[in-house]
């Protein structure tokens, strides 16, 4: 039988088979096995005298006992292809097994998988992305610009686009800027609410601590002093990684002496700097500041910041609804 259901960023398929364990093995009877939409399975042995252990393998020739499994009823998350079965022993009796079960979990042709590039439809911007826990991000800044403005343009209310550095109005000649190229766009937080592609969306605050609790929960080495570290490009001048990290073009961190990039888990965040509400650009190589979708205040809404002379991710909620700060999306949960 075949189930089919979706879950976050992939569909799976089960597919239970019934394979014999060999031709001179005693044998009980298929267990019975059901799939629910949580990707929990359940397989359950009837018909049976003895103690059960339930035995899982990737192969059918090493098998390994399940920890604690020792009733007639299995419940698992179905995670990866595997084959299932029960020993059952009756007391002084040769080992007795059922029949095998085997699992099968495999993406649907139809189904979005966090891995490689997607192409933004508007324009043709391709950008890479990155899986952190269930999450899926963009690894790059947006570049989506329907509209550009000087720095001299504030707003609060209405969407505004920025480009580091750029004075005019013209999005082509804006979009030939190795700013545009290096960093992506500056936007507003009304620009930034609306910015993402289809399927996506600007991350609410609680969706970055997500992804920070992740890391620091999942990983040792990762700490609320360092994170920001590990989730920077390692491009920064002097870098003491060596290589292309070192480096003094564009785009790159400014040069540290205690904190440098490592980019441990493919986020690449790069300092494209701000637009500050008096009319300037500034911090380019230094500061990178991200929009969230989380209001704070009629004025204010919530941003997190990543620094080139801290470690850590800094959310704070006196993000200036005019400021222009880079956008990341963050892949909607369908």
Known sequence: MKYTYRTFLFSVALIFSVYHASADTPLLSEPDATVNEND???IRLNDYVGDIQWQKSFDTELWEDLAGETHDTLLFIADNSAFFRAEVIAGDCDPFYSD???IIVLPDEDTFICEGTITDPRDGNVYSMVQIGSQCWLSENLKYLPAV???TTDNLTQPVYYVYGYQ??????????????NYGVLYNWP???????????????EEWTQMTSYLIDNYEDVTTNNIGNKLKSCRQVNSPL?????????????AHGTHYGTDDFGFSALPPGVR???GTFFWKGEFADFWTATEASSLNAIGRGIYYMDGSVTPYSNGIKSFGFSVRCIRNLD
């Open 242 to 254: 060596g290589g292309d990290c070192d480096t003094s073009d564009h785009p790159r961190w400014d």
């Open 149 to 151: 403005s000087p720095s």
């Open 168 to 181: 005019g109005t013209d999005v082509n000649e804006a979009m030939e800027s190795d700013n545009y190229h």
């Open 100 to 102: 095998t079960t085997f």
């Open 40 to 42: 929990s399975v359940v």
């Open 191 to 205: 620009a930034a609410l609306e910015a993402c592609p289809a399927g996506w969306h600007l991350p609410e605050d």
């Open 276 to 278: 500050s509400t008096s």
